[in-house]
């Protein structure tokens, strides 16, 4: 079981750096130019359990910082989910998607309020997703969901992108230097 999770894991990461370098679109948008934003996602999914074989549907927030550079969206957030609205998780989840393509990854881990422990791995294109969550109960169990991603941090970026002052450029940010005395020249 853990095995697949990693063969999951690394397939996911794989596929989200072959992804192409940006096009004129997105240089015309200021996407190559580094910038902080914020993400802020809400996902609905649908899928089931595989031991015992069940239905599920799930809704997530996510909120967190989110870096923009070379094309690509870099973020991490904190999640709070719902499965079938009787069961509730908070956990964090990284994020990589590419601009030009709109392929995205993310993994991260969960923990339910009962405390049992998770691993949430995805792929996707574009708003579509396919996510595995491996939930660590009595005996180890397998979902898989469709999900459906509204990267309301994302649309906000593209729409008003550089204008807001959300965004702060690296290095933009100086703390003042430590004040030194100027060094005491020996007298003659």
Do not use: C
Not at 64 to 79: D, E, K, Q
Not at 147 to 174: D, E, F, Q, T, W
């Amino acid at each position: 079981m853990f095995r697949s999770l990693l063969h999951a894991l690394a397939f996911t990461l794989l596929a989200a750096f072959a992804v192409g370098e940006g096009t004129a679109a997105a240089q015309q948008l200021g996407y190559q130019k580094a910038h902080w934003w914020f993400t802020l996602d809400v996902d609905f999914a649908g899928g089931g359990t595989f031991r015992p074989k069940s239905g599920l549907y799930e809704q997530r927030l996510r909120i967190g910082p989110n870096y923009v550079a070379h094309y690509r969206f870099w973020s991490l957030g904190a999640t709070a989910e719902t499965f079938n609205f009787s069961r509730f998780a908070f956990g964090l989840q990284a994020d990589l998607v590419d601009i030009d393509s709109g392929w995205g990854a993310y993994a991260g881990p969960t923990v339910s309020t009962g405390g049992k422990f998770g691993v949430t791995v995805g792929l996707g294109w574009s708003i579509f997703h396919v996510e595995s969550q491996v939930l660590f109960e009595d005996r180890t169990n397998v979902a898989l969901f469709g999900l459906l991603r509204l990267p309301i941090g994302h649309i906000l970026y593209a729409k008003y992108g550089p204008k807001l002052p959300l965004i702060i450029p690296p290095g933009s940010i100086v703390f003042p230097a430590k004040s030194v005395p100027p060094p005491i020249s020996p007298q003659k």
